[in-house]
């Protein structure tokens, strides 16, 4: 399965990102994010699309007895390896559609932005579902349905190259999208809010939590970072396994 994080250029532009950099309090989300997490002290934690594995870190940090971090791309475990290593945390190189999600395992299943790369995110609701303790909690964070949703994943700009407005676009054609991210050609995948909201209530989750990334003020001086109060760009989503 192709992967745009084993592209070494993709894979360069990425470790400049001040979320590479500084990990996660330089993240847009992490101060919704980390208050969703349930007490992890004692507890068994899959990652899913790890990347560095900074959440793994988290999860360690917070006490839990077993972390599996799990990605496709090599590069970005040996960089989690490097990175956020810890007597706790496995790291694997494994696509989230071919992991084998064992019955009734973890007590908390996270995911940051890796769920708008999955094809059938049906299926991997099912599959969270099966491999989460009863009470487990399903947290992720993915790319929203307004964002993932035109042509090219960008705003309309003006002559002078400002961010003028957000085409939405196709919203209710699911599926395949061919951007351009850190100079790259990336394919994502849309799903709407439906196929995701209804997606968790069909396989046996009820929902906790819903929110949509806000960037708060101190962030306010990174580039790019006042666009994303313009329009949402992240879905935050706290899921339970009934
Ligand atoms: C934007 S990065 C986020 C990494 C990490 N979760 C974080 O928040 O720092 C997306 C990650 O998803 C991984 N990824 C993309 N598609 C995947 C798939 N089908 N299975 C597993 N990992 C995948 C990429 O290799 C990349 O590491």
Wanted: aromatic share 12%; glycine share 8%.
């Amino acid at each position: 399965m192709y992967n745009e994080y084993e592209n070494e250029k993709f894979f360069q532009e990425y470790a400049k990102m001040p979320r590479s950099q500084d990990g996660l309090d330089s993240a847009g989300e992490w101060r919704q994010l980390k208050p969703l997490f349930p007490q992890l002290q004692g507890k068994k934690v899959l990652d899913l699309g790890c990347g560095y594995g900074w959440h793994c870190k988290f999860a360690a940090e917070q006490g839990a007895s077993q972390v599996l971090g799990l990605d496709l791309s090599w590069k970005m475990i040996e960089e989690a390896k490097k990175r956020n290593a810890n007597p706790q945390i496995a790291y694997r190189i494994c696509g989230i559609e071919e992991y084998e999600y064992p019955a009734n395992t973890w007590d908390c299943v996270v995911s940051n932005l890796a769920l708008h790369y999955i094809k059938n995110i049906d299926e991997v609701f099912q599959k969270v579902h099966q491999t989460l303790k009863q009470d487990g909690v399903f947290l992720f964070n993915m790319e929203h349905p307004i964002f993932t949703s035109g042509a090219g994943q960008d705003w309309v700009y003006t002559n002078e190259g400002k961010p003028q407005y957000w085409l939405l676009d196709n919203y209710f054609y699911p599926g395949e999208r061919k951007t351009h991210f850190l100079g790259c050609d990336v394919t994502k995948q849309h799903h709407t809010l439906t196929q995701i909201i209804m997606g968790l209530l069909n396989n046996g989750f009820a929902l906790a939590a819903v929110k949509e990334a806000e960037p708060p003020e101190e962030m306010m001086h990174i580039p790019g970072m006042k666009d994303e109060l313009r329009r949402p760009m992240m879905l935050l989503v706290k899921a339970i396994a009934l």
